[in-house]
């Protein structure tokens, strides 16, 4: 999603949106889920469930962000991210309807952008996921 360098060319107003907090969450539900191999046998998704609800509150915070003309690209792009990592997620626990539902979501999200080389990784990657 974001990081301290993809802020810097957001609006000023996104920008102050997305802040730090936003970030954490997003950089704390990717550690989580890259380490829920290690989830205990009895709760196989326990990582990425916790990871769910942090990716779930960013998207809900993304729909009350406040909207520029100059920053809908951006807000788009980002919830595109959040919808990718939210349907691997469902996809990762085995919820393949939900997670089929949110890469599509992602990809009606990108579709009519114009700019193709900030969506193009999103796009390729749920693809991908869609077979």
């Given at each position: 999603m974001a990081s301290a360098s993809t802020?810097?060319?957001l609006s000023p107003?996104?920008?102050?949106?997305?802040g730090d907090e936003v970030v954490k969450d997003f950089v704390e539900a990717e550690r989580l889920t890259?380490?829920?191999s290690q989830d205990p046998p009895?709760?196989?998704?326990?990582?990425?469930y916790a990871a769910r609800r942090l990716l779930s509150?960013?998207?809900?915070?993304?729909k009350s962000c406040?909207?520029?003309e100059e920053s809908d690209e951006d807000v788009a792009v980002l919830?595109?991210?959040?919808?990718?990592?939210?349907?691997?997620?469902?996809?990762?626990?085995?919820?393949m309807s939900r997670g089929e539902e949110l890469m599509g979501e992602c990809l009606r999200g990108v579709e009519g952008l114009?700019?193709?080389?900030?969506?193009?990784?999103?796009?390729?990657?749920?693809?991908n996921q869609l077979g």
């Open positions: 802020s810097a060319q107003r996104l920008a102050t949106w997305v890259r380490e829920s009895e709760e196989p998704y326990r990582s990425l509150a960013l998207n809900e915070n993304l406040p909207v520029e919830r595109a991210c959040l919808l990718l990592s939210l349907g691997l997620n469902y996809l990762n626990t085995e919820e114009p700019g193709k080389v900030k969506t193009a990784t999103v796009s390729v990657e749920a693809y």
